[in-house]
C-alpha cells in the first residue's frame, strides 16, 4: 500500500519509528474495511489498537444521534456500559468535556486534568463517578466538513499528549471518518436497491421481503395478514396532460397522506407506476380492514393541491388475506391485484376482496357497524337493571346495568350480539358515553326523587379505558353532581396485561369510584395478581355458578374465590344464581351479594322502580 494513502500532517515531528507504527495501523484497518469486515467491528478494533499504542489509556468514539442534536457513543470497547451511558446524550458545546468541545469547536482539544480544566466544568459528576484524569480528543470530520464526531483516549491519571500521540489521535479520527463515509455510501446503494427514490417508501422487492418474512412469522402463530394493493383511478391522464414532474409530486402526495393514516407496525410501499400496497401483520379481524379503506378513501377525498393546481383523484383498492387467499408473497399479491382488477372493473374508487365469502362477511359486519351508529342517534338503545342483594338482609344493594339493542324488525338483541363488534370498530367510545350518561342521570333522578340509594354498576370495556373517555366520565359526574360513592364500573381481567388501562383505572378510583373485577376466574389473573390492582369488588363468573350443585371441583373453586377474596379485603358477588341449592351453597361460603334470575332478571327502569319501593 502507499504510504500516502492517508497523509500524515506535518505539524507534529514524529520520528520514523512512530511514523512506521501508524501507517501500520492504518493499512490493518483499511485492510479490514477492503475485507468487509462489519463496520462497528473495525471501529472496536481500531480503539483497540490505539489503546495498545498508549499505555493504561481507554478509546472510545462519539458520534451525532439522527437529529443532529447529541452525540451517542458508536464504539468504546474497554469502557464500562455505566459510563457509555452516562456520555450518551452528551450535547456539544464550548464546555462539554474534551469530546463536545471537540465536536463543537471543529478543533482537537488536549485535555491534561479534568479537574481543573474549564473545559470540563459541567462534567464534574462524571469525572468523580469514573475517575478520568486526562481526556485528548480529535474532531471526525467527513471530508473536511463539519464535525460528526470525535475520537478520544482517556485515561484515570492526568497527562500530556506527546506529539505522536497527538498525531495518533488525529490519524485514528481521520480513519473513522473514513469509514463513516463508506458506510454512508454503502447505505446509500443498498437503499437504491430497495426503495423507490421518488417517494422514499420501500420498492417492489423490500416489500416481497417484508411480505415473505411475515409469512414465516404468521403461518406458526396461526395469524392472519393483509395484502392491500391501491391504483390510482386515472393517475395516466394526470401524467400526460400535466406532465411527468407533475404526476411525480402527486404521488408523493399519495405516499405521505396514505402513510399518515397507517399505524406504525404497517409496511407500505409502492411497487411501481401508480400503484402502492400495504401489508398488515397480525390481523384478528377483517373489520380493521374495512376501516382501514374507509380511511384511505377519506384521504382520497380532499383535493390534491400541487404546483397552484387542484386535482382530484380516487383510487381502487384490492385486499387478499393470508390463509384464506395465498400461502406465498407472490400469491398474496397476484390475487391482491386481481382484486384491484375488479375494482377498477366495477366502477373504480371501490375496495375488492379477493375471497367473495370473506367479502360477504365484512359487508355483513360493517352495515351491522352502520346500523350501530344510526341506532345511537335514533334513540334505540335501552338499558336494563339488574339487581345485586344482599346475601344477609336480602336488601337491594346494587344493580348492573345492562344494555339492549330494541331493534324494529329483529326485536331485542342482546348485548354479546353487538358489543364485540362496538368495540372492534371503536362505536364504544360513543355508545359507552351514552350508557355511563344515561343510567347515571336515571339514577340521579331517582334518588333526587327521594327513593332509596344503591350502587351503581357500569360494565366498561377495556377499549374505554383511555384518558380522553376517563376525563368525560369524570366531567359527567361533575356535571351531575352525580354522588359518586355510589359508583363502580365492572371491568374485566384482560385490562390486567395493559398499563396504561390500569393507569386510567386508578384515575377512576382516585376520583371516588370503585372497581369491580367481571368474570372472575375465565382470564388468567391470579388472587394474588389481585393485590395490586385498585378493586374492591369481585364478581365471580356464571360458569362456576352454574352446575355448582353438582360439580365438586366448581364447589372447591367458589369456596377458595370467596374466602382468598376476603382475605384480600374484597366483597365478593356471584352473579348468574338461578336456584335456591346455588343460593344456599354460597350464602354458607359467605358470598356478600347475589345476582341473578333466581332473585331478579334484568329489568327495564320502571319495573326496577318498583323493586325499589319495596325496599
Ligand atoms: P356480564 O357483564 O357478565 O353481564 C351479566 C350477564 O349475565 C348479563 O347478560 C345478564 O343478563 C346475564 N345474567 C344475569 N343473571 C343471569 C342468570 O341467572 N342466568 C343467566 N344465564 N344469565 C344471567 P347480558 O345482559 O346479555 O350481557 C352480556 C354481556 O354483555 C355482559 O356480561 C357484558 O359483558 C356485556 N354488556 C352488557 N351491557 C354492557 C354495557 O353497558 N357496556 C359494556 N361494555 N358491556 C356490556
Ligand atoms: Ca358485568
Ligand atoms: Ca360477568
Redesign the pocket.
Known amino acids: 500500500m502507499e504510504p500516502q494513502v492517508i497523509s500524515l500532517s506535518s505539524e507534529y515531528s514524529v520520528t520514523t519509528e512512530q511514523a512506521g507504527k501508524l501507517l501500520k495501523l492504518q493499512r490493518g484497518i483499511l485492510e479490514q474495511v477492503a475485507l468487509g469486515v462489519d463496520y462497528r467491528e473495525i471501529l472496536d478494533a481500531l480503539c483497540k489498537v490505539a489503546e495498545e499504542m498508549v499505555s493504561d489509556s481507554l478509546a472510545s468514539i462519539m458520534i451525532y444521534d439522527e437529529t443532529g442534536s447529541f452525540l451517542t457513543v458508536l464504539a468504546a470497547p474497554s469502557i464500562p456500559a455505566e459510563a457509555v451511558g452516562a456520555l450518551n446524550g452528551l450535547v456539544p458545546s464550548e464546555n462539554a468535556g474534551s469530546c463536545g468541545t471537540a465536536v463543537h469547536s471543529n478543533e482537537p482539544q488536549y485535555v491534561v486534568d479534568t479537574r481543573t480544566d474549564h473545559r470540563w466544568c459541567d462534567l464534574q459528576t462524571f469525572v468523580d463517578s469514573f475517575a478520568i484524569g486526562a481526556c485528548w480528543s480529535c474532531p471526525i470530520k467527513l471530508e473536511e466538513g463539519r464535525a460528526v464526531g470525535s475520537f478520544a483516549l482517556s485515561s484515570f491519571e492526568k497527562r500530556t499528549p506527546s506529539a505522536f500521540y497527538k498525531q495518533l489521535l488525529e490519524t485514528s479520527a481521520h480513519i473513522v471518518g473514513i469509514i463513516l463515509k463508506l458506510q454512508q455510501e454503502e447505505q446509500l446503494l443498498r437503499n437504491l436497491a430497495r426503495y423507490d427514490v421518488l417517494t422514499g417508501l420501500a420498492n417492489r422487492t423490500l416489500f416481497n421481503n417484508k411480505l415473505s418474512q411475515a409469512l414465516k412469522r404468521a403461518e406458526p402463530q396461526h395469524s392472519q395478514l393483509a395484502v392491500l394493493i391501491l391504483g390510482l383511478d386515472g393517475f395516466r391522464d394526470i401524467n400526460d396532460t400535466q406532465g411527468h414532474d407533475l404526476g411525480d409530486r402527486v404521488l408523493k402526495w399519495v405516499a405521505e397522506k396514505v402513510q399518515s393514516e397507517l399505524a406504525e407496525t404497517d409496511f407500505f410501499a409502492r411497487l411501481g407506476g401508480d400503484e402502492f400496497v400495504i401489508l398488515i401483520e397480525y390481523l384478528d379481524e377483517p373489520l380493521v380492514i374495512e376501516r382501514l379503506i374507509r380511511k384511505i378513501h377519506a384521504v382520497f377525498k380532499q383535493k390534491i393541491e400541487v404546483a397552484n393546481l387542484e386535482f382530484s383523484l380516487s383510487t381502487s383498492i384490492g385486499v387478499s388475506f393470508f390463509p384464506e387467499d395465498g400461502q406465498s408473497a407472490q400469491e398474496l399479491l397476484r390475487n391482491a391485484g386481481t382484486a384491484l382488477h375488479e375494482a377498477k372493473e366495477s366502477g373504480r374508487n371501490c375496495a375488492r376482496i379477493y375471497n367473495e365469502k370473506l367479502t360477504d362477511i365484512v359487508r355483513h359486519r360493517v352495515d351491522l357497524v352502520a346500523d350501530m351508529r344510526t341506532a345511537l342517534i335514533n334513540g334505540d338503545f335501552i338499558l ?1 337493571y ?1 339487581p345485586q342483594f344482599c346475601q344477609k338482609s336480602n336488601k337491594l344493594l346494587a344493580t ?4 339492549r339493542w330494541q331493534h324494529a324488525e329483529k326485536g331485542l338483541i ?3 350480539d353487538f ?1 364485540p363488534l362496538a368495540e372492534q370498530s371503536g362505536l ?1 367510545n360513543d355508545l ?1 358515553l351514552w ?1 355511563f350518561t344515561t343510567a347515571c342521570q336515571q339514577c340521579k333522578d331517582w334518588w333526587d326523587s327521594g327513593m332509596p340509594e344503591f350502587s351503581l354498576a ?4 377495556v377499549k ?1 379505558l383511555d384518558a380522553e373517555n376517563i376525563q368525560k366520565f369524570k366531567d359527567i359526574l361533575l356535571g351531575m353532581e352525580f354522588p359518586v360513592h355510589n359508583l363502580e364500573v ?1 371491568v374485566t381481567e384482560g385490562l390486567i396485561m395493559r398499563q396504561e388501562s390500569l393507569q386510567e383505572l386508578k384515575k377512576l378510583e382516585d376520583f371516588g369510584v370503585r372497581i369491580s373485577m ?2 372472575f376466574g375465565t382470564g388468567h389473573s391470579s388472587l394474588a395478581q389481585l393485590k395490586h390492582l385498585p378493586i374492591s369488588k369481585l364478581k365471580i363468573d ?1 360458569s362456576f355458578i352454574k352446575d355448582l350443585e353438582t360439580n365438586e371441583n366448581d364447589k372447591v373453586i367458589v369456596k377458595t374465590i370467596i374466602a382468598m377474596g376476603h382475605s384480600l379485603g374484597l366483597k365478593i358477588v356471584a ?4 336456584t335456591v341449592e346455588q343460593q344456599g351453597y354460597l350464602v354458607k361460603q359467605g358470598c356478600d351479594l347475589i ?4 332473585l331478579s ?2 329489568v327495564p327502569p320502571e319495573q326496577l322502580e318498583a323493586l325499589l319501593v319495596q325496599v
Do not use: C, K, M
Open positions: 336494563h339488574q348492573e346495568v345492562l344494555v342482546p348485548p354479546d358489543i364504544i359507552g350508557i357500569i360494565n366498561l370495556s374505554q365492572e367481571d368474570d356464571r352473579e348468574g344464581v338461578e345476582q341473578g334470575y333466581l332478571r334484568p
